[in-house]
């Protein structure tokens, strides 16, 4: 009989930490998860982990709606593609299996959210993500040596400076997740991997 292997561990996560059952939250908090129940079809383990505490979950759970659901002229599907483009950049597996999932719904195009996994050069986008993209990869790898005259590309593809902040933030805010998924090997839920391909 032939041996069945598993591609990643079965913990969520590598540290020990006092995950609470779902009836011991918050009413409020135990309706959002039944939200992402029934939307996603599962509740992300990240938000599983985060429960540990009910501060740091309320706080991710609001950066994360304010910058990839709140109001932005860049579009749903753009700010996926940051946090693909970061966490190509970052090798973290948590966010490249979740937003990968995601990108690839959200376009219905499994190629774009392979080609934007494996390298975003060779997708095919138009010039201004192409503009965003390139930004968020520096800012990522170089934070450093991004400055004015990359902020200046951005006006020159027909950024606004309020869009240019939304670039920034939502490139942060994944640099700082996959630090955090990939320091204590933070593991994606298994439904992701089969979806939308």
């Known amino acids: 009989m032939a041996r069945r292997y598993r591609a990643q561990p079965r913990q969520k996560i590598a540290l020990r930490l006092p995950i609470p059952s779902r009836k011991s939250l918050p009413p409020d908090l135990r309706k959002y998860f039944s939200i992402c129940d029934e939307k996603i079809g599962f509740l992300p383990n990240v938000l599983e982990v985060y ?56 376009s219905g195009d499994p190629s774009l959210g392979e080609a934007l996994v494996m390298n975003y050069r060779i997708a095919k986008i138009t010039k201004k993500q192409r503009a965003m993209l390139d930004f968020a990869h520096r800012l990522t790898v170089s934070p450093a040596e991004t400055g004015a005259a990359e902020r200046a590309a951005l006006r020159r593809a027909g950024f606004k400076d309020r869009e240019i902040w939304d670039i920034i933030a939502v490139t942060g805010f994944f640099n700082m997740t996959n630090r955090v998924a990939a320091a204590t090997d933070m593991m994606p839920n298994e439904e992701y991997l089969a979806r939308s391909r």
């Open 51 to 106: 429960s540990f505490n009910e501060a740091k979950l309320r706080a991710f759970i609001a950066m994360y709606n304010d910058l990839m659901l709140g109001d932005s002229k860049l579009t749903l599907l753009e700010r996926e593609m940051i946090a693909v483009v970061v966490s190509s950049a970052n090798r973290c597996y948590y966010c490249l299996t979740a937003h990968g999932q995601a990108l690839r719904e959200m």
